[in-house]
């Protein structure tokens, strides 16, 4: 009868020890998020870009640049946005077009708006992000053109707890291509228990408990 009491005791231990790991910060996975927006830009120091999606461009002598739509999904809290030129762009952050004709772009800017809605899951999940990035344009047009976004990491915290992240990757155009903005977002939403999860945390330690007052009685 001890030796059977002693066993109960050490599954219920190990039962709320488990739980009580799944609880921990190390334990918990990455709820995977969906991010649905949408990108617009324009060049030129006091240039404010639209806030609307649809259909847009914008031109500085022979670079133009298109916007996007994207809808994209963290696999392991990560996920990278935009790899291939398309018309219209999707699932980018936009594109640039370069001609062949003579032009000096060092000194001008570039503004990129990214705009999107919070994953499903967080909360407040109707807030609208907007993230603005600058891009320093530099080159010859009769050559090439490199936008020099700095490196910038864009972090973002959700109220109902969680982070992300969002960079932008350079861009570096030869003349007569077209290429594709591309970024990277890292994510990191804990997950909500379950209320199963709770109800088998409270079992573990109520056996713990109950285990305890036994061993007690009989010393």
């Given amino acids: 009868m001890k030796s059977n009491c002693y066993r109960f005791s050490r599954t219920a231990v190990a039962l709320a020890a488990g739980v009580l790991l799944a609880f921990a910060p190390g334990a918990a996975s990455a709820v995977e998020t969906t991010f649905t927006g949408y990108t617009n830009g324009c060049f ?20 133009t640049y298109s916007n996007s739509t ?14 291939t030129f398309a018309s219209p762009n999707i699932d980018n952050l936009g594109s640039f077009t370069l001609t062949g004709l003579p032009s000096v772009y060092t000194g001008h800017s570039f503004d990129l708006r990214v705009t999107f809605t919070a994953p499903t899951g967080t909360s407040p999940n109707t807030v609208v992000f907007n993230d603005m ?25 959700f109220a109902g707890g969680g982070t992300f992240d969002f960079f932008v990757n350079d861009v570096s155009l030869t003349a007569g291509q077209s290429i594709a903005v591309s970024g990277t977002i890292t994510s990191q939403v804990s997950p909500i228990p379950e209320p199963e999860t709770y109800a088998l945390l409270m079992a573990g330690l109520g056996a713990v408990s109950f285990m305890a007052r036994r061993r007690k009685k009989a010393a």
């Fill in 44 to 63: 030129g120091g006091a240039c404010v870009p639209p806030t609307s999606a649809g259909a847009q461009s914008a031109t500085l002598m022979g670079l």
């Fill in 133 to 157: 990035l600058t891009g320093t344009v530099s080159g010859t047009n009769n050559g090439g053109v490199f936008v020099d976004f700095d490196n910038t990491v864009k972090h973002f915290t």
């Fill in 70 to 83: 994207f809808d994209v999904t963290t696999a392991g809290g990560f996920v990278s946005i935009g790899a």
